[in-house]
């Protein structure tokens, strides 16, 4: 089993930029697919970002060209960068691992952080 652990969410101005950070514990092995999916109050839960062991990454519609997706193999540790970010950005941001990329970008893989909440506002 795998645990996730989320942190760096807060309160940003429009515009300003926040680091998220999910360290995994639990396994020796290193990450494999890991992304990011977000939910904001009384919506669906959706993709943000999602990149593979090789290192392929996608994005969603809204946050392509604003954030970014990395990893740390060695530290077990995947991030997102949020850039430029918009009110709409408001959500709680959920780290997300799967053996399969495709599992967890369709869908959502098998691990899941407890959430870190990202305010964006004035």
């Known amino acids: 089993q795998v645990q996730l652990v989320e942190s760096g969410g807060g309160l940003v101005q429009p515009g300003g930029s926040l680091r998220l950070s999910c360290a995994a514990s639990?396994?020796?092995?290193?990450?494999?697919?890991m992304g990011w999916y977000r939910q904001a109050p009384g919506k669906q839960r959706e993709f943000v970002a999602g990149e593979s062991r090789s290192g392929y990454t996608d994005y969603s519609d809204s946050v392509k060209g604003r954030f970014a997706i990395s990893r740390d193999d060695a530290k077990n540790t995947m991030y997102l960068q949020m850039n430029s970010l918009k009110p709409e950005d408001t959500a709680v941001y959920y780290c997300?691992?799967?053996?399969?990329?495709?599992?967890?970008?369709?869908?959502?893989?098998?691990?899941w952080g407890q959430g870190t909440q990202v305010t964006v506002s004035s």
């Open positions: 997300n691992a799967d053996p399969s990329y495709y599992r967890l970008i369709k869908t959502g893989g098998d691990y």
């Open positions: 639990g396994r020796s092995y290193s990450i494999k697919a």
